[in-house]
Every structure is written in C-alpha cells, then in structure tokens.
C-alpha cells in the first residue's frame, strides 16, 4: 500500500472557539491508483490533500489519526523527513500556478529546483531533464519556454510548467489540487489528459482534488465524497455516478452539466 490514511482529523485553534474541519478521514491508495476527492469550498478535501502532503504545520492546528505513505507517518515525521519526501517522493500542483511560480527566476531555473534540493547531478545535467519534463508535457518550442519567465507564458503553458516540475523526480504521489479552476474548459481538458497519460507512463498515483465532478469523471478511478469535513459517499466513479445512494452526491451531480465520460 503506497499510501493508508486513518481517522485523521484537522482542528483550527484561530477562533474563539477550535473548529474541526475534517472529522475521521480514512483513505488507502495503492501505486498507480488514480483517486478524487470532490466536495464543496469548505468540504475539507483541501485540508485533507495538504496534511497529506506535510504542508499544514501551523501551530494553531491540532492533527490526529496516521497518514503513513511508505509507512513513514507524515503527521508524525520530523522536518527532517518530510522534507525528504517533499517535491521527491510526494508532490504537490496547485489552483493558480502564478502563486507558486517565482515571477523573478526563469522557468528553467524553476523546473530544476527539485533536482537542485533532491539530486547531485551536474547543471547540463538538470538542463536536460527540465527540457525533457517540458516536452514530455507537450509544451512548444521548450528552449524559448525555459529561458522565459512565468508572464511571457499563457495560464495553460503556466499549469503545464508545474506539472513539469511535479514530474521530474518522478514522484511516487502527485496531489493535483483544483489545478484546472483558473483555465477554461478546453485547457482543462487538455490538463486531465495529460495528468492521465503521464500517470499512467509514470507509474503515478494521482490524488486530484477538484468541485468539478465532470473533470474527476474523466480522470479517476475512484472518488470520494466530502461535506462539511465529512466523507458522505465513496466508491468507484461509475457507480457514484450512476447511482448516487446520498442526497448530497445526487445535488451535486444534478447541479453539473451532464456531459458523458470521456476516454482520456
């Protein structure tokens, strides 16, 4: 099993009163798999997606339960250890890649920066790899788009950078959270599509955390189903799809354009 979540739960402590935001998630992964979590803003599959991650460590927030990926328990684990994992092992694509990318340094210099941390290879090395990592994402003319900086660069060439940067320590895990919200529909497309293909030549799980149940639809295997923090609904995605058991699941699927299942 790459990856056994087990009864965690997220309380913040910023308020007059501690308010949970995830109430006993549970959720096993094995290599390769690709799994959605789906739900509302405030559903608490963000919340979820970054403690597996290792990225919630403000200490106005009490974690509890195991997140064991290669039974090293990110909730657990010193610095030390999930800065091994980070970018390595496990990586992470967010909603809005302007705020990820650095609007200073060149994309190049960008897509390296796991190698820079996890590697010992030469610069003509890591200069190969990252161009490699940009074509592999079907980017054109990646000689222009490694020396260009992230505003010379449309949104969808921007997403497609970080899915570089994601890919080329070739992680075990890539959580893709609301990595298609700021593109238009074709984009996104585009996006799912390629999250498929390199996950499946890459051997990668893929969680992908999305409100769109049409984009999860097209990419998962699996989904899961959160409101308020809680897991109403799991299963197979065809038959979530087909036949939704709770109320919640049904709203939201009537409330998406119903657009058939694509082969991507």
């Keep these: 099993m790459l990856l056994q979540v087990k009864d965690l739960n997220i309380e913040f402590h910023d308020h007059a ?11 096993d992964m094995e290599e390769g798999e690709i799994v959605g979590i789906v739900g509302e803003s405030g559903s608490g599959k963000s919340m979820s997606a970054l403690a597996i991650a290792g990225l ?18 990110v909730l657990n684990a010193s610095r030390v250890e999930i800065r091994a994992i980070q970018g390595n092992d496990i990586a992470m694509i967010f909603q809005e890649p302007m705020t990820s990318l650095n609007p200073l340094k060149k994309i190049g210099w960008q897509v390296e920066e ?9 610069k003509e090395t890591r200069k190969k790899m990252a161009l490699d990592a940009l074509a592999a994402v079907e980017l054109p003319d990646v000689e222009r788009v490694y ?4 505003h010379n660069l449309s949104g969808g060439m921007r997403q497609r950078v970080m899915i570089a940067s994601a890919f080329i320590n070739n992680p075990k895990l890539l959580i893709a959270d609301e990595p298609t919200t700021a593109l238009d529909v074709t984009i996104q497309a585009g996006i799912v599509k390629l999250l498929k293909k390199l996950g499946r030549e890459k051997g990668t799980a893929i969680l992908f955390i999305s409100h769109d149940l049409s984009l999860v639809r097209q990419l998962c295997s699996r989904v899961i189903v959160m409101q308020n923090g809680y897991v109403v609904e799991q299963g197979m995605t065809e038959e979530i799809f087909t036949c939704p058991k709770e109320d919640y699941t049904k709203r939201l699927i009537a409330a998406i354009p119903q657009v058939p299942k694509t082969e991507v």
């Design 114 to 122: 796991s190698l820079r941390i996890h590697t010992d290879y030469d």
């Design 56 to 73: 919630l460590s403000r200490k106005d927030i009490t974690k509890t339960g195991n997140i064991l990926f290669e039974n090293i328990d």
């Design 17 to 27: 009163r501690p308010e949970t935001v995830v109430h006993h998630f549970n959720l």
């Design 147 to 150: 020396n260009s900086y992230p």
